[in-house]
């Protein structure tokens, strides 16, 4: 079994001796939970953003909102902030507000069901310890106009108790059951462990994806232009370990020109490929079949060149 499943076990172990250790000990003082989203509608074109807001009763219960990768499907998430307000009342009032990116090409967008986990400290005899889920939401799709002002989509406000009941306990002693099974069938199937793709490797396949869509063959100059462009973005944050996904293209430049692992070369070559791509993105510059294929040949290029060293060696491209 490894790391990682083991870490997965206790934490379900932990979460069903918390359960029943505060299962005697139930209050009923309300977490009201709402959230918003804006605009109305996703604008591919257009950040969008969702906003969670929890009132919680007493100072002694912490909130913690659990969000992945896969929370937002359609979306990238370009921000996210957390602001905090005491209240009069006594408690107080956490809000975590999501900046996102639709992505290019994307025709669902939705919210998974966000699990919000809770847990009292002044507990008598334990610490008081429970979750709940903000139920799942799918955004429709709208190109809003330039001169259009966005307005905040359905607020929905959900009223959560602060209770302990058996459901927590039975739903644990299931999930652990259904975990134990899955264990059993992984070792059972494949006792050996599984090598992840390099860097270079995910590119070359993330590439050939775009490549079977056939997006330039149809016309879709600007999606295929930012596909073209993320996944250089991402093979330079896998491989140099810098945030290029969040970056700028000025910001991306202005970080690679001051790490001695990029030689002026390979810098060059990678910067036309982006100013290529930002005419074409960004200027109304009209493009045609051939130079989609010299943009491929560049990036694909510039993937099997670069070799970023621990040490001040250069890559050269």
């Given at each position: ?44 074109a257009r950040f969008f953003f969702v906003t969670v807001t929890v009132s919680v009763p007493r100072e002694s219960i912490d909130i913690r909102l659990l969000v ?250």
């Amino acid at each position: 079994m490894n790391h990682y499943i083991r870490y997965t076990v206790f934490r379900w172990l932990l979460f069903l001796v918390t359960c029943i250790a505060g299962a005697a000990d139930a209050d009923r003082d309300p977490l009201d939970v709402s959230f918003a989203f804006m605009p109305e509608h996703v604008d591919p074109a257009r950040f969008f953003f969702v906003t969670v807001t929890v009132s919680v009763p007493r100072e002694s219960i912490d909130i913690r909102l659990l969000v992945t990768d896969r929370t937002f499907e359609g979306f990238r998430i370009a921000g996210s902030y957390d602001r905090r307000q005491e209240l009069a009342e006594g408690g107080y009032r956490l809000q975590r507000s999501f900046r996102l990116q639709p992505q290019p090409g994307s025709s669902r967008f939705r919210m998974a069901p966000l699990a919000l986990e809770w847990q009292d400290n002044a507990s008598e005899t334990v610490a008081a310890f429970g979750y709940q889920l903000v139920p799942a939401m799918v955004f429709e799709r709208r190109e809003y106009r330039h001169d259009e002002t966005a307005v905040i989509g359905g607020m929905q406000r959900l009223p959560i108790l602060y209770e302990r009941s058996p459901w927590p306990i039975v739903i644990t002693v299931a999930g652990l059951i259904m975990l134990a099974a899955v264990i059993i069938a992984i070792q059972r199937r494949r006792p050996g462990t599984t090598v992840s793709p390099t860097p270079r490797e995910q590119a070359r396949t993330e590439l050939d994806a775009l490549l079977e869509r056939h997006l330039p063959e149809h016309e879709l100059w600007t999606d295929f232009y930012v596909e073209l462009t993320l996944i250089i973005r991402r093979f330079i944050e896998r491989t140099g370990n810098i945030p290029a996904s969040e970056q700028t293209t000025s910001e991306l430049f202005k970080t690679i020109r001051n790490d001695s692992r990029f030689s002026p070369a390979w810098i060059e070559s990678v910067s036309d490929f982006f100013n290529h791509a930002d005419r074409i993105k960004y200027a109304g510059d009209q493009p045609d079949i051939e130079s989609a294929h010299r943009a491929v040949s560049a990036a694909r290029k510039c993937i099997e060149t670069l070799e970023p060293k621990a040490s001040d060696h250069a890559a050269t491209c």
